[in-house]
């Protein structure tokens, strides 16, 4: 490995360890064995490859539980299985994420890295998307992104806050997929016939 998918695999183990707010520069060199002028000619900026650490660290994650996914693309099945998938590597997870927490927690003291996640974000979506419901990410459309992706990732947001918070009482797989079942159900049900007015 050259200089560059070192400072990347050492801010990768930074993130893990320390997070985005307490990792410096001197960390992610002495993690990598680069040294501190390489993070500058290769990266730009210290946020600048602590975003690209934490986007490979994302999706290698994606890429452990997304192949060979049990159910069909947009079943209960599928859908609970992506959760399985995500919580069975949650102590690999978790690090990351808390890492975006700092961030999105940060408010304007980290702007570039907030710019780097944001774009990050949005591929995400895109990612959630192909895999519950099967369709190839390439003909996930911009605007299933935005509206069934955006959905799907406050779903995950919201069950990594709560693993996050109390791992002990969060909930698993088979109750998060009986609640969404339950949600379903409840807004398939029939519109009740307007009364008629006096």
């Known amino acids: 490995m050259g200089h560059r998918e070192d ?16 990792t410096t520069a001197r960390d992610v060199v002495q993690a990598s064995g680069a040294n501190l002028a390489s993070i500058g000619y290769h990266y730009g900026s210290k946020d600048a ?6 986007t ?63 774009a990050s974000q949005a591929e995400g979506r895109r990612d959630l ?7 190839p990410r390439e003909e996930v459309t ?4 935005r509206t069934l992706g955006s959905f799907y990732q406050a779903l995950l947001n919201g069950l990594m806050v709560q693993w ?17 079942r339950a949600a379903a159900a409840a807004l398939a049900r029939p519109e009740p016939a307007a009364r008629p007015q006096p």
């Open 56 to 118: 490979a660290l994302t999706q290698e994650l994606g890429e452990v539980f997304q192949d060979g996914l049990e159910g069909e693309g947009g079943s209960l099945e599928r859908f609970r299985a992506v959760w399985e998938g995500l919580l069975a590597h949650r102590e690999t997870a978790g690090p990351v994420w808390s890492a975006s927490l700092e961030v999105a927690l940060a408010g304007d003291r980290m702007p570039q890295l907030r710019e780097l996640l944001a």
């Open 164 to 180: 996050l918070l109390d791992p002990k009482s969060a909930v698993g797989a088979e109750e998060f997929t009986e609640g969404m």
């Open 7 to 22: 400072l990347l695999e050492g801010a990768k183990k930074c993130l893990v360890e320390k997070g985005f707010v307490r």
């Open 142 to 145: 911009e605007r299933e992104a």
């Open 129 to 135: 998307v192909a895999m519950l419901t099967g369709t």
């Open 49 to 54: 490859l602590l975003g690209q650490a934490f």
